[in-house]
């Protein structure tokens, strides 16, 4: 049985359907990500599937279990920091640690926060607030945060996407890394703009079509060997033809359908897909 799977899954708010028969099932240990155009539903969708938001119709289950609200088993990094303005870098973290290991002492609470914002580079940094922080050091904190609870699974919703080009870069290597150095396979659903990112983290990659009524297309397997770095996307042969078929999947996503992608779409999204889609 999958570890996470939403069966026909649609959403609408008021008249407009933004996500229709949306099918999509993850293994416990996968990194997958979804990639899609702004406002084509990626963030509803991760909402729904995290739990945080109810599904118009259709059925989400985690573990065997149907979703009600957000697992105390999950973790999820937004676009936006979400930190605590009055806390710091460490505090910010040790909340999350508290609620996630109450048993533990408060001086194993802050060591063991502790340890994750070091992880993240950010050991010089434990005392001071966000807004005495860049926003690259602010996403690390919320990466340290998710990290540190050791969740069973993590959603991350563009969780580069306020960054600039260099710190995005900097940063997609540093979750790599981290998940690398667990201990465990890290379990991650991630939502991205970025075909390129998608290709540097993920096992699996969907793209979502643009609304409305989203839907998913069916996953492609990224076998390629991991620590990626950045030029793999434009030497590597697989890597390259996975770009031209994601930026495939998109292109023929942004008009009505036809059904499946033509060859002329999937040969045009090759020089397309390094940059962001946007809508
Ligand atoms: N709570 C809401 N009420 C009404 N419309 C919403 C709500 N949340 C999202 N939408 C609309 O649904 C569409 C998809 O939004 P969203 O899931 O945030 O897209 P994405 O994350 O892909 O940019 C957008 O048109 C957005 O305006
Ligand atoms: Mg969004």
Not at 118 to 146: N, T
Not at 217 to 235: C, E, G, K, Q
Not at 273 to 279: C, G, I, L, R, W
């Amino acid at each position: 049985m999958p570890f996470i799977e939403m069966h026909d899954v649609g959403k609408s708010f008021g008249a407009r359907e933004v996500l229709a028969g949306v099918n999509f099932s993850m293994e416990e240990g996968e990194f997958v990500s979804i990639v899609g155009a702004s406002a084509s539903g990626k963030t509803t969708l991760l909402k729904i599937v995290s739990g945080l938001l109810e599904p118009g119709c259709g059925q989400v289950t985690m573990a065997g279990e149907s979703v009600t609200g957000f697992s105390s088993q999950a973790a999820i990094v937004f676009q936006n920091y979400s930190l605590l303005p009055w806390l710091s870098a460490l505090e910010n973290v040790r909340l999350a640690v508290e609620a996630a290991f109450p048993s533990y002492s408060r001086a194993r609470q802050d060591e063991h926060s502790e340890r994750y914002l070091k992880m993240v580079g950010l050991g010089g940094a434990l005392a001071r607030r966000p807004s005495q922080l860049s926003g690259g050091m602010r996403q690390r904190v919320a990466i340290a945060r998710a990290f540190a609870v050791e969740p069973r699974v993590m959603f991350l919703d563009e969780p580069f996407g306020a960054l600039d080009a260099l710190t995005r870069a900097t940063l997609q290597q540093e979750l790599a890394r981290m998940c690398s150095e667990a201990g465990r396979p890290v379990t991650a659903l991630m939502i991205t703009n970025n075909v390129d990112e998608a290709i540097l983290l993920s096992d699996r990659i969907l793209t979502l079509s643009r609304g409305p009524s989203a839907s998913l297309s069916p996953a492609v397997p990224i076998d390629l060997p991991r620590p990626r770095a950045t030029d793999l996307l434009f030497h590597d042969e697989q890597a390259v033809r996975i770009r031209g078929r994601l930026a495939g999947f998109l292109a023929a996503g942004s008009r009505p359908r036809f059904g499946a992608p033509t060859n002329a779409a999937f040969s045009r999204g090759v020089s397309k897909s390094n940059v962001p889609v946007e809508a």
